[in-house]
């Protein structure tokens, strides 16, 4: 699975030393603040960190096509911390290799609105209560289907603030019995902030000549 990420990396980065025409790449680096519908657990408690690259293609004037490749980390967690030995505790850390393809419609210069389907692979996983790591449980899906869109702000053309919410759109875990409109289980539910560094064109010392 790793080998075919790595390809997967290699291509997002092939716009860097290509002469692909309108394609440009970036890198990507921020914080995911997530939760798990399911849990019984509520709000945003569980911070983790996000980073990986994108290639994009411009489309028209005011719009491109995204893909990225990121690695976030997920989960949720009570309030209080471990060290405040509360009994009511849990904490659950998951990990995620994970592709977007983001349509993107540029708004201004400055103002931009992405929306799109995400595709994760689980890399890692733990669940924790005070009185430690948890065993006995029942198994993620070591796969995500999800959907993911948000806002971003251009400081200039190579660097941009994006604010990005997601959620699963199958279980990560199944819990309990389906109904007619709904598979019972565990969501993925993340509000992330981060920022991108822009490489400049390819083309753009091409059309200079």
Known sequence: ??????????????PLVANAQSFKASIIAGVNAS???GDELGGFNKAGVMFGGST??????KSDVAMELLFIQKGSKTPTSKDNINANYYKMSLNYLEMHFNYTYHAS???GLHVGPTFGVLVGEKEEDIAGDLTERPEFEKTELGVAGGLSFHFSEKVGLYMRLSNS??????????TRY????QYNSGLAFFLTYTF????????EK
């Open 56 to 61: 994009f293609l411009s489309v028209t004037p």
């Open 182 to 185: 709904f598979k019972s289980g």
């Open 169 to 178: 759109l199958l279980p990560i875990r199944k819990m309990g019995a389906d």
């Open 1 to 14: 699975m790793f080998s075919i990420f790595k390809k997967i990396l290699i291509l997002l980065l092939l």
């Open 35 to 37: 939760q798990v519908s």
């Open 200 to 207: 400049s064109s390819t083309n753009k010392s091409n059309n």
């Open 109 to 111: 210069k400055k103002i």
